[in-house]
């Protein structure tokens, strides 16, 4: 049987979060595997380094926004016991950056949430259904309580 060495949740801080941590907890624990942790930014505006750094119209609560992101990450990181280093936070499109760090750090499996959507939802699309199709690793999507 296959197991698992490397596992990489995406967590979106949402209250179904721990659900996740859990069985995450529980696949690495039954594969002896190591876990990365990913948070992509992708309701904070990015810096365009293009045209220089372009300071945010309320660059206070910008910042402060991201700190609160990253004291997010780093609870989780903590609970399980990641190591500082393979916690990411990323700016950009969640289903892009996730498969690009995936594919970067060699990781076998990733972790996301599933809501099971129906109708229009369905139709727009899941960011666990956007990583499956851009991914070659095998993904597990975990259903989420109602
Ligand atoms: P969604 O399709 O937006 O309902 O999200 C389903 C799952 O995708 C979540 O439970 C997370 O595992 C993952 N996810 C969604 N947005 C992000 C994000 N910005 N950063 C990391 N993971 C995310």
């Known amino acids: 049987m296959k197991t698992y060495k490397h596992i990489l949740l995406a967590v979106?801080?949402?209250?179904?979060?721990?659900?996740?941590i859990q069985r995450t907890r529980d696949i690495a624990l039954l594969n002896k595997a190591k876990i990365s942790l990913v948070h992509v930014l992708d309701n904070i505006p990015m810096p365009d380094m293009s045209y220089g750094t372009i300071i945010p119209l309320d660059y206070e609560i910008e910042n402060k926004l991201l700190e609160i992101e990253k004291n997010?990450?780093?609870?989780?990181g903590q609970?399980?016991?990641v190591p500082e280093n393979q916690r990411w936070l990323i700016w950009g499109s969640p289903e892009d950056e996730i498969c690009?760090?995936?594919e970067k750090e060699s990781v076998d499996i990733i972790i996301v949430g599933s809501?099971?959507?129906h109708g229009l939802a369905l139709l727009l699309g899941s960011?666990?259904?956007?990583?499956?199709?851009?991914t070659p690793c095998?993904?597990?999507?975990?259903?989420?309580p109602k």
């Open 12 to 20: 979106d801080f949402s209250e179904d979060t721990p659900f996740i």
């Open 72 to 76: 997010h990450l780093n609870h989780i």
């Open 79 to 81: 609970e399980l016991n």
């Open 100 to 102: 690009t760090l995936a």
């Open 115 to 117: 809501h099971g959507r």
């Open 127 to 134: 960011t666990a259904n956007g990583i499956l199709h851009h």
């Open 138 to 144: 095998d993904v597990l999507a975990i259903r989420l």
